[in-house]
């Protein structure tokens, strides 16, 4: 392997992460069956236990409990991911991401072409 092929540090591992959830966001049904539904918050509970960096992971476990996820729709879901990733930008000192627009980035592609 190249010689720069190294260990994730905390801001590859988040970047790459942020973009698995994003993505599972933005494929996830619109309308989810109930089993759906219990799937994506058993998934997202014990990824808040296992997730490689402890304090992070210390960390959104609080907000899962102050704010539980949310999985009744891609929308839903969407949002509420997009909620908790703007707690974390906000703990950074990081600029707050406009929700309205998740789908832009995640899904669609921005209206102006520049994901084609
Ligand atoms: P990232 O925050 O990784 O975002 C990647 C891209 O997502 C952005 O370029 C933007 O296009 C888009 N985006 C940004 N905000 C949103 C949003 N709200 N909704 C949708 N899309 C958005 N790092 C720490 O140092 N301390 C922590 O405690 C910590 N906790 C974390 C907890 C979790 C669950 C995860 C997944 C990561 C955590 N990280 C933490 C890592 C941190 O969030 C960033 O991933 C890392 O600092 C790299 O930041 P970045 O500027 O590349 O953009």
Same mark, same amino acid.
Not at 14 to 22: A, E, V
Not at 76 to 96: S, Y
């Given at each position: ?43 997202? *509970?014990?990824?808040? !236990? ?7 992971? %210390? ?6 409990? /102050? $704010? ?21 930008? *906000?703990?950074?000192? !990081? ?7 998740? %789908? ?6 921005? /209206? $102006?072409?520049?994901?084609?």
């Amino acid at each position: 392997a190249p010689l720069n092929d190294c260990p994730a540090d905390v801001e590859t591992l988040g970047r790459s992460t942020w973009t698995l959830l994003h993505t599972i966001a933005a494929t996830y049904p619109t309308t989810p069956t109930v089993s759906e539904q219990s799937d994506l918050t058993n998934f997202m *509970k014990l990824f808040s !236990k296992l997730y490689p960096c402890w304090v992070c992971a %210390e960390d959104f476990q609080q907000y899962i409990k /102050k $704010d539980e996820i949310r999985a009744a729709s891609r929308q839903d879901f969407g949002l509420w991911l997009c909620g908790a990733h703007n707690e974390v930008n *906000k703990k950074l000192g !990081k600029p707050i991401f406009d929700c309205a627009k998740w %789908e832009e980035r995640w899904r669609t592609g921005w /209206k $102006d072409g520049r994901c084609d």
